[in-house]
């Protein structure tokens, strides 16, 4: 992208002042924070929601219906900020979230608490849209852009581990809708930063606004939001009876993305250019993503719901022992940034990632009531370095391989299937848990989620990334 060109002194690697960068990049962190606390700090508390309002087999739509409605946008937003810039987007979407919130914590039924989930789910699509892709627009080179995305990865890893934790300490010290008070707090704070600290950033090229690809929009809306709908519907026995309707909103999805290449190959601006997608390496890298963000959320979701609903722990104790998957998560990430720059063939960090994860969730599966909390802690701490070496990469890689043009489409795409695969696996285990029980089903999805890693791990093998692929 063309940036504004500052008048002094300059980073090699960057058109900004080292302050001016120092900065922005604390305004993004700001936003990711936020990012981070929308999607984790309920998790600890949602046992108790589900059970104050009376909704436990609503339980999976908590968290589904969030990832649904950031699937949508994700992308969408993506390739929105590769057209108009970033900055007010991220600024627009953290209101979005704020107002989200506390409409969630004064919700009276569960069917009111999805419904303001899937609204705060619009804007943290936005949210990841923007945020994740915005250091690519003052980072240019990508050797260098890894060791500020690691910063970025340690300011998401470090507050989703605070997440649970104070979810859980609000949740049992006050109520449980006091978690999600905590997030608009936080939104404030990254409103300003992002307000008066990010650098406004042109695009190579805007689009015509009367060009912009509504039709490619709303076709690629049925197409990731309707799968995901259907599996939903099906969580439940006692909503059996629609069967036919999931059904219909599958095969409404599969049209949609079959009807989609046509409209964007004659689009002027297509909101998803199908260039993104042209070599096997993105297509690979877009598969282990979404693997990879139902095996990350299956655990954030359903290992507090294991820990209280059969273990009888607390939700501070519970939210404590899950502080080590996310805490773990910077740790991966910088060692990924570390040697990153020293090997020639990075993708081999991700098989180092999957394995990792992999043993995690084997070990996961013997967790009992009788478990010492030093082997949970240390379990979970192995996950969470495990998605340290891979989470970071998915975007990077995409960047790496896109055209210039093309950098928020296309983090925006590799976002998007994490978060089609976060609410999939949300969704498969809700399945297992509503049709058996609480404590088989998710320990069905974790042995689920070990051989999902092991495939990870294979298709890492073929995606062959070399520090020369960037365009």
Known sequence: MRTESPSSSRSPDSPY??????????????????????????????????????????????????????????????????????KHLMLISLAIVGLGSILSGVSQSMAQLIGFRIFQGLGGGMMIATTFTAPADIFPDHKERVRWMALVSVAFAVSSGLGPVLGGMLTQALSWRAAFFLTPAAA?????????????????????????????????????GAPLA??????????????????????????????????????VTPIFPLRILRTAKARWLNLAAFLIGAVMYVLIFYIPLLLQDQFGFSPTKAGLLMTPLVAGIPIGSICNGYFFRRISHPQRLMVLGAALLSLGC????????????????????????????????????????????????????????????????????????????????????????????VFVAWVSLRIRIQHEDNP
């Open 188 to 224: 404030g704070v990254a409103i300003y930063m992002i307000w008066t600290h990010f650098p406004k950033v042109t695009p190579p090229r805007k689009a015509d606004n009367h060009r912009f690809d509504w039709l490619g929009a709303a076709v690629l809306t049925v197409a990731v």
């Open 362 to 453: 084997v070990s996961t599966v013997t967790f009992t009531a009788q478990s010492s909390d030093t082997w949970i802690l240390l379990t979970l701490a192995l996950c969470g370095v495990g998605l340290g070496f891979l989470l970071q990469n998915f975007t990077l890689f995409m960047q790496m391989l896109a055209e210039r043009a093309d950098v928020g489409v296309a983090s925006g795409l590799v976002q998007t299937t994490r978060a089609v695969g976060s609410a999939a696996g949300t969704a498969t285990v809700g399945i297992l848990i509503a049709r058996i029980s609480v404590g088989t089903g998710v320990k069905v999805g974790l042995i689920i989620c070990v051989l999902v890693c």
């Open 17 to 86: 002042q080292r302050n001016q960068l120092l900065l922005a990049m604390a305004g993004i962190c700001a936003a990711v924070v936020v990012a981070a606390f929308d999607s984790t700090i309920v998790s600890t508390s949602m046992p108790q929601v589900a059970q104050a309002l009376d909704g436990m087999d609503s339980y999976a739509w908590v968290g589904t219906g969030y990832f649904l409605a950031c699937a949508i946008t994700i992308l969408i937003f993506g390739r929105i900020g590769d057209l108009y810039g970033r």
């Open 230 to 267: 259907g599996l939903e519907l099906a969580i439940a026995p006692s909503k059996s009876n629609h069967l036919l309707l999931a059904l219909s909103l599958m095969l409404a999805g599969g049209l949609s993305a079959w009807a989609l290449i046509p409209i964007e190959r004659r689009a």
